[in-house]
């Protein structure tokens, strides 16, 4: 997990903008995954990629949305449609497969004033 | 989709003793249970995790016991050391099909010294 890398650590944003949250991986996994962190509810799955090009919808999709353009690379974007997107926010990657772990990054605080 | 539940939410015990957290999942095709563990401002980590095809795992203090029939699986640490104390997230996921893991709410585990 030492080489996920999510910037940056705090964010803070005004009601009503978009922001862009990055997620940057070198250990050449396939699989890459976007979690929002409440206090008292677990890890929410947002969005999640098996392979570049292609992703899907998780649990808690409305208001975000992803691109996967490069298997480094998966940003994530909190429009001003999510209602609610002050949160902490982990990006995990992993290798294809049925029982291969996930590696968690860092994390991202969002504040939205 | 799958949904798991945890329990307890909180867990307080004495420096020495034993900790067990519990969780049950819904799909019957789940076949991978890991657990991950986070520490105060920290990443998820994974700290054990089974497969469906052993009902029993050990790694030093760390155990995880898996039945498949009553779909339930449980942490168990013994001779908990202060350094024990964090957050514990189970999660499951199915062999076939997409690469999802659905987890638990969350224990938060406090070791009383």
């Known amino acids: 997990d030492g080489g996920i890398t999510q910037s940056p650590k705090y964010l803070f944003r005004k009601e009503g903008q978009n922001v862009t949250l990055s997620c940057e991986q070198n250990?050449?996994?396939?699989?890459m995954y976007w979690y929002r962190q409440d206090p008292g509810q677990g890890l929410r799955l947002i969005y999640y990629s098996q392979i570049v090009n292609d992703f899907q919808k998780g649990d808690i999709a409305e208001g975000y949305s992803v691109s996967r353009e490069k298997k480094e690379s998966f940003p994530l974007t909190v429009t001003s449609a999510q209602k609610n997107p002050t949160a902490f926010y982990l990006c995990?990657?992993?290798?294809?497969?049925?029982?291969?772990?996930?590696?968690f990054g860092p994390g991202t605080r969002l504040t939205v004033l | 989709g799958e949904n798991v539940e945890q329990h307890p939410s909180t867990l307080s015990v004495q420096e020495g003793d034993s900790a067990v957290i519990k969780c049950t999942y819904s799909?019957?095709?789940?076949?991978?249970f890991p657990w991950y563990k986070q520490e105060l401002g920290k990443r998820p980590q994974l700290i054990i995790d089974?497969?469906?095809?052993?009902g029993e795992k050990k790694d030093q203090r760390i155990a995880v016991t898996l039945n498949k029939t009553a779909k339930h699986f449980s942490l168990h640490i013994t001779e908990t050391q202060p350094e024990d104390s964090a957050v514990y997230f189970c999660?499951?996921?199915?062999?076939?099909?997409?690469?999802?893991?659905?987890f638990g709410t969350g224990t938060r585990l406090t070791i009383i010294p």
């Open positions: 250990l050449n996994h396939d699989a």
């Open positions: 999660a499951a996921k199915p062999y076939f099909g997409n690469e999802k893991l659905t």
């Open positions: 799909d019957s095709a789940s076949n991978y």
């Open positions: 995990a990657t992993g290798l294809a497969g049925a029982y291969n772990e996930q590696f």
């Open positions: 089974i497969r469906s095809n052993v």
